[in-house]
């Protein structure tokens, strides 16, 4: 690959042709700072992460926006001939669906404009020109990027209070402001719920969230989810109608009252919502009064949290955090980049991709269960014990003087398929 520096000594130091080979040089390392940025935003701002499915809007805000500087600062394009990018206009608008304050995406914008000055700046310093002509081309850079940031920003300011207006003006919005206020902890007489919303905080609750994984048209999907909440609540025998509030164009909370959720009623759930295809929901545990609505909701987020980002459920459509596995799986994706690593350093070269690796994993994980009887192992899997020594010999000598604890083995094993973690350079999923 031509460095930046090996190009521009062909230069006489025409600004725009170094401003261009600037942005070749970043359009080259698009990807990378993409997820560098992603990353930054959804570190430094709260109200951006969390949330799989708003982290990839964000990721293509990010990605339309510093594409279109590139464009710019390779062009020499004027801000008038611009359109903004269908990302960013569509993330201004989920951010206020979800009531995310402006200020949070005035921020990131800010932030992104920092990161990206500073690379902009080492690209410049890297050009075998004089120090006079790189100057004037920081300056160039930073002109671009800053009356870029204020004319986006003017456009997805608009956006956003635009569709704050219009999607807040709703009875379920209506709903949802009310709901918040219990949801943050903010005193409220519960007579004053109950002829708010007509749903009474002194009961047991069932948390649900609902959403939807295609496109459809908003109204129609709307509509969808709202009747299936409502089937919902019938199987689970709430005693009354339930709570909804829509969040955004494609999710929705409910809160069923007086629900019960045995292994027959949850059955009943699956069973209805496949009968929706492209829903998903996920569900808390029944909770006993206003700390219990909040509890259930927790839960309910704890499990499609877990459902947008481990293997393991990924293809559910319903997912329960009264399953044991979900809120272990929770804990662990806290911080997935160190629980991989760990993993990783656990099961050593089997912690990568491939048959072998399978195999091995499959085998000391029944060992392990078996309480190291190679005799059941074998009969478990259908192989001669002989084999089953071999395979566990070969882990053991692989994992050396630190030792096996069984108890990390059989944890970093179920991890693993949590977190779909593959080789040593692996990112998790």
Same mark, same amino acid.
């Given at each position: 690959?031509?460095?930046?520096?090996?190009?521009?000594?062909?230069?006489?130091?025409?600004?725009?042709e170094?401003?261009?080979?600037?942005?070749?040089?970043?359009?080259?390392?698009?990807?990378?700072?993409?997820?560098?940025?992603?990353?930054?935003?959804?570190?430094?701002?709260?109200?951006?992460?969390?949330?799989?499915?708003?982290?990839?809007?964000?990721q293509?805000?990010?990605e339309?926006?510093?594409?279109?500087?590139?464009?710019?600062?390779?062009?020499?394009?004027?801000?008038?001939?611009?359109?903004?990018?269908?990302?960013?206009?569509?993330?201004?608008?989920?951010?206020?669906?979800?009531?995310?304050?402006?200020?949070?995406?005035?921020?990131?914008?800010?932030?992104?404009?920092?990161?990206?000055?500073?690379?902009?700046?080492?690209?410049?310093?890297?050009?075998?020109?004089?120090?006079?002509?790189?100057?004037?081309?920081?300056?160039?850079?930073?002109?671009?990027v800053?009356?870029?940031?204020?004319?986006?920003?003017?456009?997805?300011?608009?956006?956003?209070?635009?569709?704050?207006?219009?999607?807040?003006?709703?009875?379920? =919005?209506?709903?949802?402001?009310?709901?918040?206020?219990?949801?943050?902890?903010?005193?409220?007489?519960?007579?004053?719920?109950?002829?708010?919303?007509?749903?009474?905080?002194?009961?047991?609750?069932?948390g649900?969230?609902?959403?939807?994984d295609?496109?459809?048209?908003?109204?129609?999907?709307?509509?969808?989810?709202?009747?299936?909440?409502?089937?919902?609540?019938?199987?689970? +025998?709430?005693?009354a109608?339930?709570?909804?509030?829509?969040?955004?164009?494609?999710?929705?909370?409910?809160w069923?009252?007086?629900?019960?959720?045995?292994?027959?009623?949850?059955?009943?759930?699956?069973?209805?919502?496949?009968?929706?295809?492209?829903?998903? =929901?996920?569900?808390?545990?029944?909770? +006993?009064?206003?700390?219990?609505?909040?509890?259930?909701?927790?839960?309910?987020?704890?499990?499609?949290?877990?459902?947008?980002?481990?293997?393991?459920y990924?293809?559910?459509?319903?997912?329960?955090?009264?399953?044991?596995?979900?809120?272990?799986?929770?804990?662990?994706?806290?911080?997935?980049?160190? =629980?991989?690593?760990?993993?990783?350093?656990?099961?050593?070269?089997?912690?990568?991709?491939?048959?072998?690796?399978?195999?091995?994993?499959?085998?000391v994980?029944?060992y392990?269960?078996?309480?190291?009887?190679?005799?059941r192992?074998?009969?478990?899997?259908?192989? +001669?014990?002989?084999?089953?020594?071999?395979?566990?010999?070969?882990?053991?000598?692989?994992?050396?003087?630190?030792?096996?604890?069984?108890?990390q083995?059989?944890?970093?094993?179920?991890?693993?398929?949590?977190?779909?973690?593959?080789?040593?350079?692996?990112? +998790?999923?």
């Amino acid at each position: 690959m031509t460095t930046a520096s090996g190009s521009a000594e062909e230069h006489t130091g025409d600004v725009s042709e170094l401003l261009a080979l600037v942005a070749r040089q970043l359009d080259l390392r698009m990807p990378e700072i993409v997820r560098e940025m992603r990353d930054l935003l959804a570190s430094r701002i709260d109200d951006l992460g969390g949330d799989p499915q708003l982290v990839e809007m964000l990721q293509a805000s990010i990605e339309g926006n510093v594409t279109t500087i590139c464009h710019i600062l390779a062009n020499g394009i004027d801000l008038e001939s611009l359109q903004p990018t269908t990302a960013a206009v569509e993330y201004a608008a989920r951010l206020a669906q979800r009531d995310v304050p402006l200020a949070a995406l005035t921020r990131a914008y800010y932030l992104g404009q920092s990161m990206f000055l500073r690379l902009g700046m080492d690209e410049a310093e890297r050009l075998g020109v004089s120090d006079r002509v790189k100057i004037d081309v920081v300056r160039d850079i930073a002109d671009v990027v800053h009356r870029y940031i204020d004319w986006i920003l003017q456009l997805v300011t608009g956006v956003h209070e635009q569709e704050r207006r219009r999607w807040w003006s709703t009875r379920a =919005t209506l709903n949802a402001s009310i709901i918040l206020k219990v949801l943050r902890g903010d005193s409220l007489p519960i007579r004053g719920f109950v002829s708010e919303t007509g749903y009474t905080l002194a009961q047991t609750h069932l948390g649900v969230m609902a959403w939807s994984d295609v496109d459809a048209e908003d109204a129609a999907r709307q509509h969808e989810i709202d009747l299936l909440l409502r089937r919902l609540a019938t199987v689970v +025998h709430s005693s009354a109608a339930p709570l909804i509030t829509v969040v955004d164009r494609s999710t929705a909370w409910a809160w069923f009252g007086g629900a019960r959720l045995d292994a027959g009623a949850l059955a009943r759930v699956e069973d209805l919502v496949a009968t929706v295809p492209g829903v998903r =929901t996920a569900l808390g545990e029944p909770g +006993h009064d206003v700390e219990g609505f909040r509890r259930t909701h927790e839960q309910a987020a704890i499990a499609r949290l877990v459902a947008l980002s481990s293997p393991r459920y990924r293809d559910r459509a319903v997912v329960s955090y009264a399953d044991p596995q979900v809120a272990l799986v929770q804990l662990l994706t806290k911080d997935a980049t160190a =629980t991989a690593t760990w993993v990783r350093e656990v099961l050593g070269d089997y912690a990568g991709a491939g048959e072998q690796a399978r195999v091995m994993r499959d085998t000391v994980a029944a060992y392990y269960a078996a309480d190291k009887n190679a005799v059941r192992t074998a009969e478990q899997l259908g192989v +001669h014990r002989n084999t089953v020594r071999q395979r566990v010999d070969r882990f053991e000598a692989s994992v050396g003087a630190r030792g096996v604890d069984p108890l990390q083995v059989a944890l970093a094993l179920r991890i693993y398929d949590d977190l779909l973690i593959e080789g040593p350079d692996a990112r +998790h999923t």
